[in-house]
């Protein structure tokens, strides 16, 4: 069996009983709005059972619900290892690929203040293992250890404003190499803000095919404006935009070539 480049193969299968899990969606699906019902202006509910609708995004909400608590989408054990973690990734950085590269950093005990430039980038210029002792590099190792050296040789790391969502990502976003997206990933993670959402290609695609966002808006230069759509989104379908968020985007990473195709059409 071929795997991808990250893919950890399981020697246990999840074995579903299917009659239950029918019978905890059904009472759901019976109390969705009529399809033809109007969500947004010129955006109807449309059908669970059919790819992208709303109908089915909130279907994909309730079936995989996400702990009650503050702490749900936090990667790191304290606000600085959550920004080392989220610059790491992002943009042309495969998930597991930053996860891995955040990894090294933590174990070599390099996310604190005042660490040296040379420490951070030899960490991450170093190769990392893959399955069948296939090695990768890190790209941009040059680039981040500088953002990271910055972040962590900052004077007023101890003066963040860690309850606030809205000042949080401000501030975020007068880092080097933090724009609105990264800024906002990481008060998203850290806060659970509902106020936030991380616009990536994944949720860009899928706000385009389900449409609720309008596609002569520009990412780069009307961020805010989408973000606005999507939280209007969320309002409208009465769920959280930080566990909507999460869950469109595993899914759309998940089927990305479906999404692509749909696009192409």
Not at 97 to 110: H, N, P, Q, V
Not at 135 to 163: G, T, W
Not at 212 to 225: A, C, P
Request: charged share 20%.
């Amino acid at each position: 069996m071929q795997t991808s480049l990250f893919e950890i193969e399981s020697e246990e299968s999840t074995v579903f009983n299917e009659i239950d899990l029918w019978e905890e969606v059904l009472p759901i699906l019976n109390n969705f709005p009529d399809p033809n019902k109007e969500l947004l202006p010129g955006l109807a509910w449309g059908t669970c059972h059919q790819l992208y609708t709303p109908a089915f995004w909130k279907l994909q909400y309730l079936i995989n619900p996400f702990p009650n608590n503050e702490s749900t989408h936090q990667i790191g054990d304290t606000l600085l290892e959550e920004i080392v973690q989220c610059i790491l990734g992002g943009y042309g950085i495969p998930s597991e690929m930053g996860s891995m590269a955040f990894e090294r950093l933590k174990t070599r005990k390099l996310i604190k203040h005042n660490i040296s430039l040379e420490s951070v980038l030899t960490a991450l210029s170093e190769p990392f293992f893959i399955s069948s002792n296939r090695l990768v590099h890190y790209r941009f190792a040059k680039q981040k250890s500088n953002y990271i050296y910055e972040l962590l040789n900052r004077s007023d790391l101890n003066e963040l404003p860690c309850n606030d969502d809205l000042a949080l990502r401000s501030w975020l976003m007068q880092l080097k190499g933090i724009g609105p997206k990264t800024a906002s990933w990481i008060t998203r993670n850290w806060l659970r803000s509902e106020r936030v959402a991380i616009l990536d290609i994944h949720l860009l695609r899928a706000g385009m095919i389900t449409g609720f966002f309008r596609k002569d808006l520009n990412i780069n230069t009307q961020y805010f404006e989408l973000e606005n759509e999507f939280l209007m989104f969320c309002q409208k379908l009465e769920v959280r935009p930080s566990d909507m968020d999460a869950i469109i985007w595993n899914y759309m990473k998940k089927n990305n070539k479906l999404a692509l195709n749909i696009l192409s059409i």
